[in-house]
């Protein structure tokens, strides 16, 4: 059973540009989730995903958007990059109302 | 109302001592609240987790106590090691919802001393 599974590890981009990371969840698992933790802080809610629909957002802006894909995989996508959206992302994949199993996440760092 | 609050923000304990970390919360709509372990470097590994239909839960060294009039809820973790070292993130979640959004802790970093 493969866990969850993300790319790149590491990004770096300048202000203003655009970025997509990736994600493939657990084997079985049709829920994704993404979270943004930022350096000393808790993850924080970003999106989820069910069933390549969008059914739960927290408090990000627009230019923050994903997909999910028949296979589960997910992309998210964060436009017009500012400073602060320096941070890890971790996605994470789950049953339906089940506990949920986070990747190592994402290092993006916007210069 | 959508808090939850985790103390303390750091933890120095001896080998072989008991590490106790504290999380408080608001929403009585709660039902799920899980504990994540996080090192450096790695995503957050679902640790131990209890719904509010009981008051403890025990797994090998780590017990969760959870307190619903006083709607806190905290972990302990026996006989710590200094492979415990890590930072470790309380967080709830309305899991009956069928959407488990977790509202995670600021996080308690354990450092366990040899």
């Known amino acids: 059973e493969t866990g969850v599974t993300q790319s790149p590890t590491h990004l770096i981009k300048t202000r203003g540009q655009q970025v997509t990371l990736r994600c493939s969840s657990q084997?079985?698992?049709?829920?994704v989730s993404w979270y943004q933790q930022a350096l000393g802080q808790g993850p924080q809610f970003i999106f989820q995903?069910?069933?390549?629909?969008?059914?739960g957002r927290g408090n990000f802006p627009p230019r923050f958007s994903g997909l999910q894909f028949p296979n589960y995989s997910s992309e998210l996508n964060v436009n017009a990059l500012e400073l602060d959206d320096s941070a890890l992302y971790l996605c994470?994949?789950?049953?339906?109302?089940?506990?949920?199993?986070f990747g190592n996440g994402t290092r993006l760092t916007v210069t | 109302q959508q808090q939850v609050k985790q103390s303390p923000q750091s933890l120095i304990v001896q080998k072989g001592g008991i590490s106790i970390i504290n999380c408080a919360y608001e929403?009585?709509?709660?039902?799920?609240f899980p504990w994540y372990q996080q090192f450096p470097g790695k995503g957050p590994a679902l640790l131990i987790a209890?719904?509010?239909?009981?008051s403890e839960k025990k797994e090998g060294r780590f017990t969760i106590s959870f307190n619903k009039s006083a709607k806190q809820f905290s972990l302990h973790i026996m006989d710590s090691q200094p492979g415990d070292s890590a930072t470790y993130f309380c967080?709830?979640?309305?899991?009956?919802?069928?959407?488990?959004?977790?509202?995670f802790g600021a996080g308690t970093r354990l450092a366990v001393h040899p």
């Open positions: 929403n009585t709509a709660f039902d799920y």
């Open positions: 967080a709830a979640s309305m899991l009956s919802g069928g959407y488990n959004k977790l509202i």
């Open positions: 994470a994949s789950s049953l339906p109302s089940s506990p949920l199993h």
């Open positions: 084997s079985g698992h049709n829920t």
């Open positions: 995903y069910y069933r390549e629909e969008e059914n």
């Open positions: 209890i719904r509010p239909d009981v």
